[in-house]
Every structure is written in C-alpha cells, then in structure tokens.
C-alpha cells in the first residue's frame, strides 16, 4: 500500500462542476506537492506546501485553488475548469529538511473535464 | 531552455539485456541532486534512484546504477538483467540548490518496452 493515497482515481466533471481532490501521506513528511501531468509534456509543479505554508505558486489558473489543513491532507479544489485542464494529477510529500529525499507520490486522479 | 533533457521518447530492450536511458541536465548550481523515477501504466511515480553532485561514486541500487558523468551533466540511468515488469515510463527530475529547496523538475520522459 503506498504511503500517499489519493482518492478518487477518476473523475469526470462538466465545466460548470465544483470537486475536489484529496491526498493523504502517512510518512511523516512536512512539504506536500500537486504536479499536473498532461500527455507529452513533463509534469508540471503546480503547487508546494511545507509545513502546511504555500511556499510554490507556480503560475496556477485560479480555477485551480490548494487547501493544506495539516502535514498529512492536502486538497485541490477545482471549479469552472476547462477541457485542457484534463490530465493525470499527482500528489507527492517529501521530507524538505533532507536534500536527497525523493519525492513520494500518489496513484494520481485522473481528469476528465467535458 | 529545459532543465532536465531525455532524448530518448522510446526504448526497446529485450528480456535480461541491459538498457541505458540517456538524461541530460543544466544547472549552474554546484549543489544539486538527480533523481530517476518508474511510471508504470497504473500511474503512480515509483522513485528507484538518487545521485547527489557531491557524491563520489555512481548511486547504484539492486538492478539499478546511474552512470553520472558530472563534466558532460550527464546522469544516465542503467538498467541490468530486464524484466517485462520494467517496461514503464521513466523520468529523470533534478533538485537544485542547497538543502530545503523543495522542487523537482522532470524531464518529458523515456517509454521503455522490455520484449520477451
């Protein structure tokens, strides 16, 4: 069983739906990432959190909209999206006062905006 | 300009072969690290691999080992003996900077396909 649950696997909303999509890391680490990966492209760093202070941004839509209660859950909150936003989600946690602690991810939330 | 380049948008190797996956890097930071992850099908990134700019020998871990040529900024993942369980996408991501800088940065990755 992996050490970040991401749930649900699949989702598929309408332009117009509100959801949300949770992840939960049982390792212990304080820094959580969402990564957005699309076909043929790197993943993109979407967002970071470390010790539950948003440290990263990176240029996100404000569709798209992180919540961090905690060290453990990290959510994405997601409204009025766009077909192109269609793509696997991944979220990662890491252990940030380590330099070579990789990252650990999740199984990811595929999207499907229609 | 990329960070993190893999040229290779497939590979296929047969079955107990080795297979190299090339990854190229550019940073002008003296303190770095580079990681290699699997993506199988199912889609969660499995972390196999670290090699740190300080680190005086090639990272190996069981069936993996990373052949790092520091001067070139080369950082090529080596697979021994495959398996049809490594056919998977493989991403090669770098960390910069000193310790508490968070960020990995990926490459766009490389298929592998192990043939029976």
């Known amino acids: 069983e992996t050490g970040v649950t991401q749930t649900p696997r699949h989702l598929v909303m309408g332009m117009t739906n509100k959801k949300s999509l949770k992840c939960e890391q049982h390792l212990g680490h304080n820094a959580m990432y969402w990564y957005k990966q699309s076909a043929k492209k790197p993943l993109e760093l979407m967002f970071v959190y470390n010790f539950k202070e948003q440290t990263e941004n990176n240029s996100v839509p404000s569709r798209f909209s992180p919540e961090c209660p905690n060290s453990s859950h990290l959510f994405l909150h997601l409204h009025t999206l766009q077909p192109e936003d269609s793509a696997l989600y991944l979220c990662?946690?890491?252990?940030?006062?380590?330099?070579?602690?990789?990252?650990?991810f999740g199984n990811g939330t595929r999207l499907t905006v229609t | 300009a990329q960070k993190i380049t893999q040229t290779q948008p497939g590979m296929f190797v047969q079955e107990k072969e080795a297979v190299t996956l090339d990854c190229t890097y550019d940073?002008?930071?003296?303190?770095?690290?580079l990681f290699w992850y699997k993506q199988p099908s199912s889609g969660e990134m499995i972390f196999l691999i670290y090699q740190g700019s300080y680190d005086q020998q090639n990272a190996t871990e069981g069936r993996y080992s990373l052949n790092f040529q520091k001067a070139r900024k080369s950082a090529n993942l080596v697979i021994s003996a495959s398996q049809l369980g490594d056919s998977a996408m493989y991403f090669c991501?770098?960390?910069?900077?000193?310790?508490?800088?968070?960020?990995?940065?990926f490459g766009k990755g490389t298929k592998l396909t192990v043939n029976p």
């Open positions: 940073t002008s930071d003296p303190s770095y690290g």
């Open positions: 991501a770098m960390r910069e900077g000193p310790g508490g800088s968070e960020k990995l940065v």
């Open positions: 990662a946690s890491s252990q940030p006062t380590e330099y070579n602690s990789p990252l650990h």
